[in-house]
């Protein structure tokens, strides 16, 4: 049984950073691309950030690039995001997904695994 625990969310204030983690298990962590979706009240889910396999290939959506580092560390079957200047634009629910797929996406239909999501709230 796959699942995918994020946890590092909070409250924090604008300009502040946070670190989110998201621990996978229940399958093989090094062959799924990584990315990290958050979701607003009212808004469709959209990735901020994908991460290949090795985590050579880095995908980055223009709105947080320069602010959000996504890694992985696949001895630990970790995937993190490192966001720095926050906005209270950024607040929302994030999931991490894992994806079957050779190239990081950024499209939901790419990924085939979720977790529940954690939220994260900036305020201003």
């Known amino acids: 049984q796959v699942q995918l625990v994020e946890s590092g969310g909070g409250l924090v204030q604008a300009g502040g950073p946070l670190r989110l983690s998201c621990a996978a298990s229940?399958?093989?962590?090094?062959?799924?691309?990584m990315g990290w979706f958050p979701q607003a009240p009212g808004k469709e889910r959209g990735c901020v950030a994908a991460?290949?396999?090795?985590?050579?290939?880095?995908l980055y959506a223009d709105s947080v690039k320069g602010r959000f580092t996504i890694s992985r560390y696949n001895a630990k079957n970790t995937v993190y995001l490192q966001m720095n200047s926050l906005k209270p634009e950024d607040t929302a629910v994030y999931y991490c997904?894992?994806?079957?797929?050779?190239?990081?996406?950024?499209?939901?239909?790419?990924?085939?695994?979720w977790g529940q999501g954690t939220q994260v709230t900036v305020s201003s």
């Open positions: 229940g399958l093989t962590f090094s062959s799924v691309a």
């Open positions: 997904a894992a994806g079957r797929t050779a190239v990081p996406g950024t499209r939901v239909s790419e990924y085939d695994y």
């Open positions: 991460i290949s396999r090795s985590g050579g290939s880095i």
